[in-house]
């Protein structure tokens, strides 16, 4: 168990629907980083957040958006959903300082169609 | 711009062996790290070792080792007495190393399936 926590671990829906992913970074930690594992894309950075601000961005469509909250607990925004958002999300976050890697969540596996 | 790549799409181990992963990499930042991860069938994504471009010993965490060849760009992964529970997926990644923003590039993975 890495400490992260995501929600929910599976989501069904149809394609032109919003869903919202969440996830709770380690206790300490104040990076949250999304990712998007496809099967034809791979594994991509989409977005993260550092103590509430965005910090970098990376492939994330404009139908995508994310926040960081006080409590640093993170949500990814996804809207107008096509079948090819079907993917495993992860979360992933990291230490401050002192260490660089980061601890991924269990994932949420979206299903779109 | 960083890139990753792993050549080796899948392969069979006997357990109980040494398995090595090839990883190469492109960067053009004098500071990054280098990172392993595993994917078992269930999904998640599990750390397993990093590497700074500035350690001067290759990184070892139990059975795992990672070989970092800096001239050649390269951060083997090498797993000693493989077990049943190695089979999964294996992605080699890298960072920037900058404090508060390292996204991860990965490679496209390398399969492993261990025989008993």
């Known amino acids: 168990d890495s400490g992260v926590t995501q929600t929910p671990k599976h989501l069904i829906t149809a394609t032109g629907q919003r869903v919202t992913l969440r996830c709770s970074p380690r206790?300490?930690?104040?990076?949250v980083y999304w990712y998007q594992q496809s099967l034809d894309q791979g594994l991509q950075f989409l977005i993260q957040?550092?103590?509430?601000?965005?910090?970098a961005k990376g492939n994330i469509l404009e139908r995508f958006s994310a926040q960081q909250f006080p409590d640093l607990h993170s949500e990814l925004n996804l809207s107008s959903l096509e079948l090819g958002d079907s993917a495993l999300y992860f979360c992933a976050s990291s230490p401050p300082e002192g260490s660089y890697e980061q601890y991924f969540g269990p994932g949420t596996r979206l299903t779109v169609t | 711009a960083q890139k990753i790549t792993q050549t080796q799409p899948g392969m069979f181990v006997q357990e109980k062996e040494a398995v090595t992963l090839d990883c190469t990499y492109d960067?053009?930042?004098?500071?990054?790290?280098l990172f392993w991860y595993k994917q078992p069938s269930s999904g998640e994504m599990i750390f397993l070792i990093y590497?700074?471009?500035?350690?001067?010993q290759n990184a070892t965490e139990g059975r795992y080792s990672l070989n970092f060849q800096k001239a050649r760009k390269s951060a083997n992964l090498v797993i000693s007495a493989s077990q049943l529970g190695d089979s999964a997926m294996y992605f080699c990644?890298?960072?920037?190393?900058?404090?508060?923003?390292?996204?991860?590039?990965f490679g496209g993975g390398t399969r492993v399936l261990v025989k008993p």
């Open positions: 590497q700074g471009s500035y350690d001067q």
């Open positions: 990644a890298m960072s920037r190393i900058k404090a508060a923003g390292n996204k991860l590039t």
């Open positions: 206790s300490g930690d104040l990076s």
């Open positions: 957040y550092y103590n509430g601000e965005e910090r």
């Open positions: 960067t053009s930042d004098p500071s990054y790290g």
